[in-house]
């Protein structure tokens, strides 16, 4: 029976991962957390096999985590969950360690074969964003650029790129700023740039605006 323990700050997701795990014959949910805090304050007394930790928690930055994790648990096996299509952080992870990276829209069987594969002491990366993957994304195709996004994030792209404050998005798109200041945030992870000018030149380069 592998023990494993979940992190997600989005608690429908995070229910519903231990209860599609827990419905396995070989898994057990050992601890569910929905913050990087959470599980640092429990981690000297989790008991676990495999770590599937969010990637994008708000408390702590990946590589922090991941830093303190290794601290207080270094041989903890840890799969890495997030919506991020590109390797922003790989190469500053991989130095820290981790065991794998799954996409959440990936197949159910994915997951599966991923927990068993690091349990066992191997490492489970896909095969488009392994460790070797190293995508340029101001020189991607425009058809895998508008992959790497939602529609909703293509059209946020397209009014940040026409120098809207978020304000003013949030107001055409009749939502709030907070939901706007997080579509930027995410964009520009799954895009692999730090600044509006970043964002613009990728979207004049692939024909977006």
């Known amino acids: 029976m592998l023990r494993i323990s979940l992190v997600d700050d989005h608690e429908i997701f995070l229910k519903g991962l231990e209860g599609l795990l827990s419905k396995q014959e070989n898994f057990s949910i ?15 007394l989790t008991d676990t096999d495999v770590l599937l930790l ?6 702590l930055k990946p590589e922090v ?4 994790i290794r601290q207080v648990q270094p041989d903890l096996k840890i799969i890495y969950l997030t919506l991020i299509r590109g390797n922003k952080y790989f190469n500053k992870l991989s130095k820290i360690g981790f ?12 997951l599966q ?10 490492e489970y990366f896909g095969e488009r964003y392994g460790k070797e993957t190293n995508v340029n994304t101001a020189t991607t195709p425009s058809a895998q650029i508008l992959n790497l996004l939602s529609l909703r994030e293509i059209e946020v792209l397209k009014l940040v790129s026409q120098e809207l404050s978020s304000a003013e998005i949030a107001q055409q798109l009749f939502v709030s700023v907070s939901t706007i200041d997080s579509h930027r945030k995410n964009i520009m992870l799954k895009l692999g740039v730090d600044n509006i000018v970043g964002l613009i030149k990728i979207a004049v380069n692939n024909g977006l605006i």
């Open 54 to 59: 969010d990637l994008q928690l708000p408390d």
């Open 65 to 68: 985590l991941l830093a303190k």
């Open 30 to 44: 050992s601890n569910s957390f929905s913050s990087g805090n959470a599980l640092l304050e429990k981690l000297p």
């Open 113 to 122: 074969e991923a927990i068993e594969k690091v349990a066992n002491g191997g």
């Open 99 to 110: 065991q794998g990276y799954i996409l959440k829209d990936s197949p159910v069987e994915i």
